[in-house]
């Protein structure tokens, strides 16, 4: 009877520890998944290739380097502008596990910022 419970209780301990390591699986921001939130933003327009995440954990947030080819949008007043280059997206990590990317922006252009809301799925 003492080896059942012994059993029953390494189970409900290794049950619980694989659900831990799931959980916290399921809530990183992995490259994939940052690259299905650029991707989303960037709706077709240009290539954004993600380069590397550095979570930030005392801002609740994660910086992500990305190289831009070929992105084009509409400056008022200038016109049509392109970039090829280095940028960086901000992913917001709330308390219920969600990472949001929440802001855009490419290096070597001071006009080139944008907000974004993209929940990564």
């Known amino acids: ?27 990183s921001l992995t490259t994939d998944r940052a690259q299905l939130a650029l991707d989303q933003w960037a709706d077709g327009n240009g290539t954004l290739l993600v380069q590397g995440i550095q979570e930030l954990p005392g801002q609740n947030a994660a ?5 831009v080819e070929h992105y ?3 400056e008022q007043y200038i016109g049509t502008k392109r970039y090829q280059g280095h940028g960086v997206a901000i992913f917001s990590h709330y308390t219920d596990g969600r990472w ?17 809301n993209i929940t990564v799925e």
């Open 1 to 27: 009877m003492n080896k059942h419970i012994v059993i029953v209780g390494i189970v409900a301990a290794l049950l619980v520890l694989a659900g831990c390591s799931l959980s916290a699986t399921s809530n």
């Open 63 to 67: 910086k992500v380097d990305f190289n």
């Open 72 to 74: 084009e949008w509409q």
């Open 100 to 116: 949001v990317l929440t802001n855009v922006s490419f290096t070597n252009d001071l006009l080139a910022k944008w907000t974004a």
